[in-house]
């Protein structure tokens, strides 16, 4: 058995890419369109050769309203080199920060369609700083 991917939908396309891509880092490893269905696909990765598995967006053209239950997903998870640095990446490009790495290891933020992230330390976690250390969390994650 090999884990393939996870598969969530977005409602704005280039809001999703534009977090996922843009802020988080993932990159577009294929796109497939179907128009009788009315759908794409667009499946990103780490581009870390070693991980393999892919986050699917699908956007559905026809929706309208938000999609319910992002929360009732859980998460998704990424393990990061430096976690001061991508959430200063992440806030500086307009995300707003949960849950913030106050303890040098661990962090939430949210797509544009309310699915929770967690950010992850890679190794031990970095020591603790400032602003990071008095951040307080806000919203769900």
Known sequence: MRYLHTMI?????????????????LR???????????????????GDPKDTGEL???YNWDQQEPYGGGRNFGHLAYEVNDIYATC???????????????????????????????LLQKG????VKEPW???PNQGEW
Do not use: H, Y
Not at 9 to 25: E, N
């Open 9 to 25: 939908r977005v409602r704005d396309l280039d809001a999703a890419l534009d977090f996922f891509c843009g802020k988080l880092g």
């Open 133 to 135: 250390l008095s951040m």
């Open 124 to 127: 031990t976690a970095l020591a």
């Open 56 to 58: 699917e967006l699908t």
């Open 28 to 46: 577009e490893v294929r796109r497939k369109q179907n128009e009788g269905g009315r759908f794409t696909l667009v499946f990103l990765s780490t």
């Open 88 to 118: 200063q990446r992440l806030v500086d490009g307009g995300v707003a920060m949960l849950r913030p790495p106050r303890d040098g290891r661990m962090a939430f933020v949210r797509s544009p369609d309310a699915i929770s992230i967690e």
